[in-house]
């Protein structure tokens, strides 16, 4: 079946150590992207690829970054995770941007816990 | 700015039917989308609008009035599986998606 994975489902990093997770996708979508949720929380949008063109959201703090080698895999790199980053990190895909009708497909998520 | 509104939390009784509300204020409208998201697990979606009306799928139905910036899912015939939380979101001008912070549902039996 077409989805989208994430690994780990769930990550222990230390307080200052970088810590990267990956995202595949086998539905071919253009767009990919990554939430970062906290409970009871709406999802945060942190950045999304269309193709190879990256998107920052005005507010994903320096410390966030992303790379997507090729249309299949997207990973989120935090480079010094304090403890407020600590969440849910969702990654999810669409077919297309700028259409009202993008359904976003979501992976399970890695739950992310920062000692 | 932008807003999404969606209570917090509401209870039901199994078998029964729920209406949950979503009001929204955004910088345009491309579409409505309901999303179920059960405890530590990833969002799936449910439903879109982007016409005034009553969307029916199956046992959920999901409504829109554009005019009023509001929308209702509803669940009919309520199973104890349905307890997650159901999440609003729109897509404004930009056709950036603008998420609420969900409704937790509670079933009981």
């Known amino acids: 079946d077409a989805m989208v994975i994430q690994n780990p489902r769930y990550q222990v990093t230390q307080f200052g150590k970088p810590v990267t997770l990956s995202c595949s996708q086998t539905l071919n979508h253009n767009v990919m992207y990554w939430y970062q949720q906290k409970s009871s929380q709406a999802p945060k949008l942190l950045f999304h690829y269309y193709d190879k063109d990256f998107n920052n959201e005005a507010d994903t703090p320096d410390n966030f970054q992303s790379r997507r080698p090729n249309t299949s895999f997207c990973f989120l790199d935090i480079r010094s995770p304090g403890l407020g980053d600590a969440a849910m990190y969702l990654c999810?895909?669409?077919?297309?941007?700028?259409?009202?009708?993008?359904?976003?497909?979501f992976g399970p998520g890695t739950r992310l816990t920062v000692t | 700015g932008q807003n999404i509104d969606q209570p917090t939390e509401m209870t039901a009784t199994e078998g029964a039917i729920v209406q949950i509300n979503c009001t929204y204020q955004?910088?345009?409208?491309?579409?409505l989308f309901w999303y179920q998201q059960h405890a530590g697990e990833a969002p799936t979606f449910l439903s879109y609008n982007v016409l005034d009306g009553l969307e029916e799928k199956g046992r959920f139905s999901s409504f829109l009035s554009r005019s009023k910036g509001y929308s209702y899912l509803l669940l009919k015939e309520l199973q104890m599986k349905d307890s997650a939380s159901y999440l609003c979101?729109?897509?404004?001008?930009?056709?950036?998606?603008?998420w609420g912070a969900g409704t937790k549902l509670i079933i009981k039996p």
């Open positions: 955004t910088s345009g409208f491309n579409g």
């Open positions: 999810a895909t669409s077919r297309d941007r700028g259409t009202g009708a993008s359904e976003q497909y």
């Open positions: 979101a729109v897509t404004d001008s930009n056709y950036q998606l603008i």
